[in-house]
């Protein structure tokens, strides 16, 4: 199984080296990696601009990795079509530092990077730990090792695929993991906007005070990963709202009657 390693906090970030890895015990992997932090830019390429090309020595036995200056769909796209000497069976994209859930996923560099495998139908899974302080001491071996054991089940193949997985660990010991959840992504997010005198700042509170919490809907991320649960969401990305497509069909039409009938443009 050839797999393709990338995220979106650079090419020197812990969670994606623990990531790496994880996933070379399950078959070849390629590492390819923004050479800075890209956090929060989501699908974004770069389409006007051009993109450095640097293979970066790996501290693993037999993967390869490359810092590239461009975005981590840039990341994704150049490990798929052009640094991976294979076809890429698993696109991976983590261990991102802090939760990906909610409203806030299409801000993610992290899963928006699956996009280039979910298009191809290629497996895609973007991995995230979810820590509450900046204080805590960040342990990414347990979502690591989730990690292997979900791949290995896509490479026997018992896990459906036609979605992209969104995951996200609490950053706990596997004892405390209260187990794994199928979920739903939560229609609320951590993204805030906060005031600096002078100016503005958007920023990540991912702590919750306790009221907060147990108004948390059940059967979300969000919920989860706050009761202790292991997230998988499962994403697609086909953006047409069809349930409104019969309405706005009767709607164009009598725009249309009126525009076409309305004389001539001066």
């Not at 769909?73 to 640094?83: Q, W």
């Not at 809907?217 to 990963?225: F, L, N, R, S, Y």
Request: hydrophobic share 40%; charged share 20%.
């Amino acid at each position: 199984m050839n797999i393709l390693v990338t995220n979106d906090d650079g090419i020197d970030s812990q969670g994606l080296w623990a990531l790496a890895g994880a996933m070379a015990r399950v078959g070849q992997v390629l590492v390819v990696a923004p050479d800075k932090q890209q956090s929060g830019v989501s699908a974004s390429i770069s389409l006007h601009s051009d993109m450095s090309i640097v293979e970066k020595p790996s501290s693993i036995p037999g993967v390869r990795a490359y810092a590239i200056g461009g975005t981590p769909s840039d990341c994704a796209f150049l490990g798929i079509r052009r640094l991976s000497q294979e076809h890429i069976d698993l696109v991976v994209s983590g261990i991102n530092l802090g939760p990906n859930v909610g409203r806030d996923i299409p801000y993610s560099g992290t899963v928006m990077a699956t996009l280039q495998g979910y298009f191809r139908k290629i497996p895609s899974v973007a991995v995230s730990l979810f820590y509450q302080t900046r204080e805590e001491e960040l342990n990414f071996s347990v979502a690591a090792r989730f990690i292997e054991t979900l791949a290995l089940n896509i490479k026997d193949g018992k896990m459906k695929t036609e979605a992209i997985l969104n995951v996200n660990v609490p950053n706990i010991s596997k004892e405390q993991i209260k187990g794994i959840v199928t979920t739903r992504a939560a229609s609320t997010g951590y993204v805030k906007l906060s005031k600096i005198p002078g100016t503005y700042t958007i920023d990540y509170p991912f702590k919750l005070d306790d009221s907060s919490v147990k108004q948390l809907e059940e059967g979300t991320d969000v919920w989860a990963i706050h009761s202790g649960f292991i997230s998988i969401t499962p994403l697609r990305f086909d953006i047409t709202h069809h349930d409104v497509i019969p309405t706005l069909v009767g709607d164009v039409q009598e725009m249309e009657n009126s525009f076409l009938n309305s004389g001539d443009i001066e």
